[in-house]
């Protein structure tokens, strides 16, 4: 079976520029800087805060703006959710042409070791269907593994930060620990997977959301910003072991994307 990193296809990337280029100028009107933080060679890790539901509209435009000034064959991939290769299979296939690969440590380790650059957002579903009152709030979940992973690879961590992407919908809460208290009591998961969270949310096409559901943004202006590159004073395998350590580079980084992210929110 071939690797998911194969699966690549910069002619389908190609394809979708121009469906792109749309959105981006005229649907969100997008404003964007900060690009030259990345090198024009070498890879990084690109490392975001998610916003907007399942539609995740700044990440899109990130992409697009990517392949814009670097070309489609500069080789860049994102990780996603594996559940979603269960769950859409066709949906799957199509992300896969586009870059992403399964949310899996060996696929992100096998893609920064064959010279590609990759995009993660560690808060996943917790962070792209955070509630509305925490717009302008930097929210991992806690997750270090995005750290684990810079320090054992030895590379840079380049934030991405946006500002209206999560104005797109209106999140109003979670209610994942009522609904898992159900499946508790035998309420199956749809598709048997356990959705992490189950959102309450304020969007179209359903007016009321109920649910993971995917969602069409509202045509709200996007300022994305690529931030200057993060290093640590220590990188290798030790490094990544050590507890204290992994935790300290994770506050760091939480903490300087906030304070970029205030200072976007206060140019905006």
Not at 104 to 119: E, N
Request: hydrophobic letters at 40%.
């Amino acid at each position: 079976m071939p690797s998911p990193l194969e699966e690549r296809n910069p002619d389908v990337i190609k394809s979708f520029m121009p469906l792109s280029a749309w959105f981006y100028r005229y649907y969100f009107r997008v404003k964007t800087d900060g690009w030259h933080h990345i090198p024009d060679r070498g890879k990084v890790l690109l490392v975001g805060s998610h916003n907007g539901g399942l539609a995740a509209p700044d990440t899109h435009m990130m992409m697009y703006d990517w392949f814009h000034r670097f070309g489609v064959q500069r080789p860049v991939y994102g990780l996603m959710h594996k559940s979603v290769w269960k769950v859409n299979p066709p949906l799957a296939k199509l992300a896969g042409q586009m870059g992403a690969i399964p949310a899996r440590p060996q696929m992100a380790i096998a893609a920064l070791q064959k010279g590609a650059s990759l995009l993660v957002y560690p808060g996943g579903a917790q962070d792209v269907f955070r509630p509305y009152s925490q717009r302008d709030r930097i929210y991992f979940a806690g997750r270090k593994g995005f750290i684990k992973l810079a320090l054992q690879e030895k590379v840079p961590i380049i934030p991405l930060i946006s500002q209206g992407a999560h104005e797109t919908l209106m999140v109003l809460g979670d209610c994942y620990e009522i609904v898992k208290q159900l499946h508790d009591w035998g309420m199956p998961w749809l598709f048997d997977t356990d959705p992490e969270i189950f959102p309450l949310y304020l969007g179209l096409p359903w007016g009321l959301g109920i649910g993971p559901l995917p969602n069409i943004p509202l045509p709200v202006s996007i300022h994305t910003r690529v931030c200057a590159p993060i290093i640590f004073d220590r990188y290798g395998r030790e490094a990544a072991s050590d507890r204290a350590y992994v935790d300290a580079c994770y506050n760091l980084v939480v903490v300087q994307m906030q304070q970029e992210l205030n200072r976007l929110i206060h140019q905006s």
